[in-house]
Nanobody
Framework: QVQLVESGGGLVQPGGSLRLSCEAS????????MAWFRQAPGKEREFVAA????????YVEDTVKGRFAISRDTAKTKVFLQMNNLESEDTALYYC??????????????????????WGQGTQVTVSS
């Protein structure tokens, strides 16, 4: 089975930065998208950003647009979430997700958790002074 493993979470002060990483392992992942979601205590899991792997085209949630960026490494082994100017509201467990197949209307469908085939276990991001 394909496994996704996140790393890079931690405790940062407001205004600080973190870069999360996600790497797939196990069975070959013929994915079309990879994405980041987050879930704060008592809240539903929400979309953060996704990346179309064919050309690295990004889809970023409006609430974090301009502060967060999604990308992949040169060797195409990892997907990153660069988080700048972090706010307390960004505190959450951040999950990496993968989808195998192309989807129509990605700005809508990629926001839905059930559209993804694989999920990581999450990495905690805490923003506090």
């Amino acid at each position: 089975q394909v496994q996704l493993v996140e790393s890079g979470g931690g405790l940062v002060q407001p205004g600080g930065s973190l870069r999360l990483s996600c790497e797939a392992s196990g069975r070959t992942f013929g994915g079309y998208y990879m994405a980041w979601f987050r879930q704060a205590p008592g809240k539903e899991r929400e979309f953060v950003a996704a990346l179309r792997l064919t050309d690295s085209y990004p889809y970023v949630e409006d609430t974090v647009k301009g502060r967060f960026a999604i990308s992949r490494d040169t060797a195409k082994t990892k997907v990153f979430l660069q988080m700048n100017n972090l706010e307390s509201e960004d505190t959450a467990l951040y999950y990496c997700a993968g989808r195998e197949r192309r989807v129509a209307s990605p700005s809508y469908w990629l926001r839905q958790t059930y559209q993804y085939d694989y999920w990581g276990q999450g990495t905690q991001v805490t923003v506090s002074s």
